[in-house]
């Protein structure tokens, strides 16, 4: 049950052993759950495939409609597949970190924005039966972040992969790349194009703060104003000698390195971390879901 604020209490639930997302090709490192949320006047919604990490807060967005008369049976089924870490995905196709070539990408804003929503194209950028969503910025950098890289890492790992997220989300909003193309979107949710974003998913807190502690952040090179179209991969199933690589990220990060060495590490020493103000405040989040040895909670 939810409280006046549309939030569960936490619940607590079977995870698998914390090792397995500590080293590649171990045993899926996450359990998956079927959530249902029923609540009067309101169509149900079902999430299959939430995933919960050991000892790591999952939170679960629920959004829910309004029941029409002729819709009494109608139920929004959320299916949300592999993390990225886990599943195959197609590998990135290459591309030129800074954009310069209007065929690739005209530069038509006059400074570096933050904006308050982007829309996600949720197939391939000429896949017309594809979904357009319009998603928060920042709550795109999360789900992104959770789809990407395990929460279980160490926070400086986090950060680092999260900056390399928000420059390359920063690149295509600010060079217009898709619109420039003639598409109505920011950005895709294909991993061969750009980074996987996933309709409904959850996300995780340990991620959830690392995002709000960067999220103005994006990473550049001297003399160039454009934030750089940071590439990456997990370096297992796909190799990438010049990007970052996720699980060596990881073990970087174990070593005690800074987020801004594990970069550097992996684009070189010139990179840096920029910042920009954002204008109008965010509103607050409307709903989740929790996982630690696994817990859940849902707010809607």
């Known amino acids: 049950m939810t409280d006046e604020s549309g939030q569960t209490a936490p619940v607590t ?23 249902e949320v029923e609540a009067p006047g309101f169509e ?11 000892d790591e807060l999952s939170i679960q967005p629920i959004t829910m409609n309004p029941l029409e008369v002729s819709d009494d049976q109608a139920e929004e089924d959320i299916n949300i597949p592999d993390h990225t870490l ?9 591309e030129a970190e800074i954009k310069t070539d209007p065929e690739t990408g005209e530069i038509v804003l006059s400074r570096v924005v933050i904006p308050e929503y982007i829309v996600v194209h949720d ?3 000429d896949d ?7 998603v928060r910025y920042k709550d795109y950098i999360k789900n992104v972040a959770s789809s990407e890289i395990y929460a279980t890492w160490p926070y400086e790992t986090l950060v680092a992969n999260i900056l390399a ?15 420039n193309k003639g598409y109505p979107f920011t950005i895709t949710s294909s991993t061969a194009f750009d980074q996987k ?42 190799q990438c000698p010049q990007w970052m690589r996720q699980w060596e990220s990881k073990t970087l990060g174990e070593q005690g390195y800074s987020a801004i060495e594990i970069l550097r590490a992996f684009y070189g020493g010139s990179i840096y971390i920029n910042a920009r103000r954002r204008s109008p405040a965010s509103p607050p989040r409307i709903q989740a879901t929790r996982s630690p040895s ?7």
């Open 13 to 35: 639930l079977p995870a698998p052993n914390p090792e397995y997302s500590q080293e590649p090709n171990q045993p899926r490192p996450y359990t998956d759950y079927t959530i």
């Open 44 to 54: 149900p919604v079902r999430v299959t495939g939430s995933e919960l990490l050991p």
């Open 86 to 94: 886990y599943g195959e995905y197609p590998p990135k196709i290459p």
């Open 123 to 125: 197939g391939v950028p």
């Open 128 to 134: 017309t039966s594809a979904p357009n969503y319009y």
């Open 165 to 179: 997220i928000e420059s390359f989300t920063m690149n295509r909003i600010y060079t217009e790349f898709y619109r």
């Open 197 to 238: 974003w996933i309709y409904g998913r959850n996300v995780f807190e340990s991620i959830d703060n690392a995002v709000e502690d960067v999220f103005l952040n994006y990473l550049s090179r001297p003399n160039i104003r454009q934030p750089l179209l940071t590439q990456y991969c997990d370096g297992r199933q796909v």
């Open 294 to 300: 696994a817990a859940a909670a849902v707010r809607s």
